[in-house]
């Protein structure tokens, strides 16, 4: 019953945010210079940061619409390559690429995580990608929204799609996976190498993953650590209410996934809410706008199918099956020596509690018949997890060394 409670919760509370949102557009479109005073600015800002809070289950817009590529300033549009029942294969196709006005540029498959919030958390990354890149991403779905007759989708299916979209993208092409994806894209990698799939991409590049969960385990690796797999599957799978076209399938509810990474840091999420009052309070609603478009972005969650969730903790964090050499796909086991042909890139942030130092790089030993000149690591010192892929020192610091490996094995 506890997707059902969370509905009813938030049915309650609907009308709400929904008057709240109705006295903001008030405001903008009646009220004028009186809105601006500084009682009623203090009214809507409560109004405002209330209405903010709620969370939502659609996708948001990666919002890419245009980036400077070469020289130049080039349209870009997001259009679906490929459509799967769990996922879409989306590429970001750049204005003029099919005509040739614009050189061809590497292919780069960016693997995002499935772990309660949608792709479009890496935006940021897909952004500085397109600058040299012709980049695609794997879009998932809210599981909620995929009917049962679609079957299941497990750690297994998670291989199979990335080795599916990297066919898709054909020879010579790249792959760079953010987080939790690392280990199936590894898995991926290596089972392609064991078939001799032509497919098989040129780099490999693995940033902030929990490739070995044992080296320097975080709080995110102790928790799953601390319960039997039944413990999970007891308190946290719900199966989907009656009203989405997912009804009756089990999943790990976006909104629990989301309650679990704030409690990590409440302190934190109370504090900015209670700065973007006082910035909207104040007037100041470019700085607010910023924490806005944050949690607009933290707030959309997905669920993810309960098989792919439970298989996830069991396989990753609890027995770390890929590092002790044991992890199997379709009941073969997964060998990433046979890898010899990508180059393998991982990347690691220094202050990183989430993947802590060490458990990326693991990736190194796995891969032991690549030669010395096809493995480089960067340790990337004064950022957290999320600064790996989005910020400053990821344009900077962090990009230059993907693009230069893409560009010596392109």
């Given at each position: 019953m506890l997707y059902q409670g969370y509905q009813a919760w938030s049915d309650m509370l609907?009308?709400?945010?929904?008057?709240?949102?109705?006295?903001?557009?008030f405001r903008d479109k009646y009220l004028g210079p009186v809105g601006d005073w500084p009682l009623p600015r203090r009214y809507f800002a409560m109004l405002d940061v209330f209405s903010g809070t709620e969370v939502t289950h659609a996708r948001p817009s990666y919002g890419i619409d245009?980036?400077?590529?070469?020289?130049?300033?080039?349209?870009?549009?997001?259009?679906?390559?490929?459509?799967?029942?769990?996922?879409?294969?989306?590429?970001?196709?750049?204005?003029?690429?099919?005509?040739?006005?614009?050189?061809?540029?590497?292919?780069?498959?960016?693997?995002?995580?499935?772990?309660?919030?949608?792709?479009?958390?890496?935006?940021?990354?897909?952004?500085?990608?397109?600058r040299d890149h012709d980049v695609y991403i794997t879009d998932w779905k809210n599981a909620r929204d995929i009917p049962v007759s679609e079957g299941a989708f497990g750690f297994d299916e998670y291989i199979d799609y990335v080795i599916r979209f990297l066919q898709e993208l054909?020879?010579?092409?790249?792959?760079?996976?953010?987080?939790?994806?690392?280990?199936?894209?590894?898995?991926?990698?290596?089972v392609m190498a064991q078939d001799g799939d032509p497919a098989q991409p040129r780099t490999m590049t693995l940033m902030g993953g929990p490739v070995d969960t044992r080296v320097a385990p975080t709080v995110v690796n102790k928790l799953a650590r601390e319960k039997p797999l039944s413990?999970?599957?007891?308190?946290?799978?719900?199966?989907?209410?009656?009203?989405?076209?997912?009804?009756?399938?089990r999943v790990y509810p976006g909104f629990l996934q989301l309650t679990a990474?704030?409690?990590?840091?409440?302190?934190?999420?109370?504090?900015?809410?209670?700065?973007?009052?006082?910035?909207?309070?104040?007037?100041?609603?470019?700085?607010?706008?910023?924490?806005?478009?944050?949690?607009?972005?933290?707030?959309?969650?997905?669920?993810?199918?309960?098989?792919?969730?439970?298989?996830?903790?069991?396989?990753?964090?609890?027995?770390?099956?890929?590092?002790?050499?044991?992890?199997?796909?379709?009941?073969?086991?997964?060998?990433?020596?046979?890898?010899?042909?990508?180059?393998?890139?991982?990347?690691?942030?220094?202050?990183?509690?989430i993947c802590a130092v060490g458990q990326t790089a693991a990736a190194h030993m796995l891969c032991s018949t690549l030669r010395p000149h096809l493995k480089r690591h960067h340790l990337q010192p004064g950022v957290g997890h999320y600064g790996v892929f989005s910020g400053s020192k990821w344009e900077k610091q962090v990009y230059p060394q993907v693009r230069n490996l893409v560009l010596a094995m392109s």
């Open positions: 609907a009308p709400a945010r929904f008057a709240a949102k109705a006295a903001l557009g245009e980036v400077i590529s070469g020289n130049a300033k080039v349209a870009v549009r997001e259009e679906v390559a490929l459509d799967m029942p769990f996922g879409n294969l989306l590429h970001f196709k750049k204005e003029g690429s099919e005509e040739g006005l614009t050189p061809p540029q590497p292919k780069m498959l960016v693997v995002a995580p499935l772990s309660g919030h949608f792709a479009t958390l890496l935006r940021n990354t897909v952004h500085t990608l397109l054909g020879p010579r092409s790249h792959v760079l996976a953010v987080c939790q994806p690392c280990v199936p894209t590894l898995a991926a990698v290596a413990w999970f599957e007891e308190k946290l799978i719900s199966r989907v209410p009656f009203r989405y076209r997912g009804v009756g399938r990474f704030m409690s990590m840091n409440m302190e934190r999420h109370g504090e900015q809410h209670r700065k973007l009052y006082q910035l909207l309070a104040d007037g100041e609603t470019l700085e607010a706008a910023k924490i806005k478009e944050f949690y607009e972005e933290y707030l959309a969650v997905l669920d993810m199918t309960a098989e792919f969730y439970l298989e996830t903790v069991d396989v990753v964090f609890q027995r770390a099956l890929l590092a002790k050499g044991e992890l199997e796909h379709r009941g073969r086991l997964v060998d990433p020596s046979a890898i010899q042909r990508t180059a393998l890139l991982t990347v690691e942030g220094e202050r990183d509690d």
